[in-house]
């Protein structure tokens, strides 16, 4: 090539040309020597050397005195400048996370760590641009401005993760006051997400600034990649069964499901795992590409809680009763506020060994497992109260034996209704209280 630029990345104005197997820089070099010069001194390369024009020019370990008193007092003007900058920026922070939310529950010491982070960061940057009216020698000055830069790489890497932790916070906020759990449970996954994507970000230019070349290696990663991809089937398996639960929904955050003979709440889904809590409050992390091949139930879905029961009656409960006994279950249903009117099924629908049958079924309106105890509750209370005011007894499995009738006497009915108008007027008494206290 007839051209040569040694600094391509940095200084790309600067180059050579080869003119007769010798090789001198360009006229466009030349002609932007000076401005160059300005950009670089930006307050004058002789800025230090007018301070000690005379003592400051004795060499010590190959510097002058003048560039060590230099970087005291770069060193004691950082300090300073950190002492105050931090404590301004952080006041400011305070009151850009003020939320209208209310108390986000943000940390004092998140927003301190965030303020003194960002402070170094721009005095890092400062010292950068004062560094060269140190005038030290070509390998310590490239060596001093690679470490300038390893470490303003590494103090905004802690910077943006601090500040990936405060907009979550603030976020997750957010998606409390939303009725869709969708939200709170993607909020996790992109948490993780945006810090791989900053620490993978600074990695890869600390090793640019290191001049490694990271073409070939990631091209050298790839290579080894089938053999990590081998290794790590169960991982991929997981991360495309998360992929599948964000975008089929078969559950969010909060619902309660069953799956392969266990159950709990759903209390976060990542990256590779869903994590339940089960009923004992223990916590049980499960691979995603296991749940997402699984039958779930969502109990979380339900519309209407099933409540459904088997009443027995003992075989010496008239038919009359009976009737009003089922006549008085309905009306259990219809007066509760929390029952829905329309699906539910109470009949005498059998005859068993020791019993006399009704099925009890209806379907509940409530939010929750513990609005759900308490309407059963009501129902069953209300229930075993009807059958002592119509003194009704319920069976159980047992064996019988019956005198029918004796000589000269005729067959007995137990409970026969003697007086159907009194007993409608205690049904309804009674109704109307349970209606009342199930409102209540």
């Not at 300073?80 to 986000?104: E, Q």
């Not at 010491?109 to 560094?131: D, E, H, T």
């Not at 990649?225 to 069964?241: E, R």
């Not at 499960?286 to 339900?302: E, F």
Request: glycine fraction near 8%; include cysteine.
């Amino acid at each position: 090539k007839y051209y040569f630029t040694p600094f391509p990345v940095d200084l790309p104005q600067v180059y050579l040309e080869r003119i007769d197997s010798s090789w001198y820089y360009s006229r466009e070099t030349a002609a932007l020597t000076s401005k160059l010069h300005r950009q670089l001194f930006p307050f004058g390369s002789d800025i230090l050397v007018n301070l000690f024009p005379k003592i400051g020019q004795q060499q010590i370990l190959g510097l002058a005195l003048w560039q060590y008193f230099g970087i005291l007092i770069l060193l004691g003007v950082a300090f300073l400048f950190h002492f105050f900058l931090s404590r301004l920026i952080n006041p400011l922070i305070k009151r850009l996370s003020h939320s209208y939310l209310g108390d986000t529950g943000i940390d004092s010491g998140q927003v301190w760590k965030l303020a003194r982070y960002l402070s170094i960061l721009l005095i890092i940057n400062l010292l950068k641009l004062f560094a060269p009216a140190l005038l030290l020698p070509i390998r310590l000055n490239e060596w001093l401005y690679k470490s300038l830069s390893i470490f303003a790489t590494i103090f905004l890497v802690l910077f943006l993760l601090k500040l990936i932790d405060l907009v979550i916070v603030y976020v997750k906020k957010l998606a409390q006051s939303t009725v869709q759990k969708y939200d709170e449970q993607i909020i996790p996954i992109v948490h993780t997400f945006l810090k791989i994507f900053v620490i993978f970000g600074a990695i890869f230019h600390v090793l640019q600034l290191l001049e490694i070349n990271v073409t070939a290696l990631i091209a050298g990663i790839s290579i080894g990649g089938l053999a990590l991809a081998l290794a790590a089937q169960d991982t991929v398996k997981n991360l495309i069964g998360s992929a599948m639960i964000f975008i089929d929904r078969p559950f969010q955050i909060g619902d309660y499901i069953e799956w392969a003979g266990q159950a709990g709440t759903v209390t976060e889904v990542g990256f590779r795992t869903t994590r339940i809590r089960t009923g004992d409050t223990s916590i049980i992390s499960v691979p995603n590409g296991t749940i997402a091949n699984v039958a779930v139930t969502n109990k979380g879905m339900r519309v209407f809680r099933l409540f459904h029961m088997q009443l027995g009656l003992t075989y010496d409960t008239s038919p009359a009763l009976i009737e009003q006994f089922v006549e008085g279950l309905r009306e259990l249903v219809l007066r509760h506020p929390q029952t829905n009117k329309q699906d539910y099924y109470i009949h005498f629908n059998g005859m068993s060994a020791s019993s006399l049958d009704i099925m009890f079924r209806c379907f509940l309106l409530v939010p929750g497992y513990g609005e759900e105890l308490k309407v059963k509750e009501d129902l069953l209370l209300g229930i075993l109260k009807l059958a002592d005011l119509l003194g009704i007894s319920f069976a159980f499995p047992s064996s019988s034996i019956y005198v029918e009738q004796f000589p000269g006497k005729g067959k007995a009915m137990v409970g026969e209704v003697k007086d159907p108008q009194l007993l409608k007027e205690k049904m309804e008494a009674f109704l109307k209280d349970f209606e009342k206290q199930a409102g209540a």
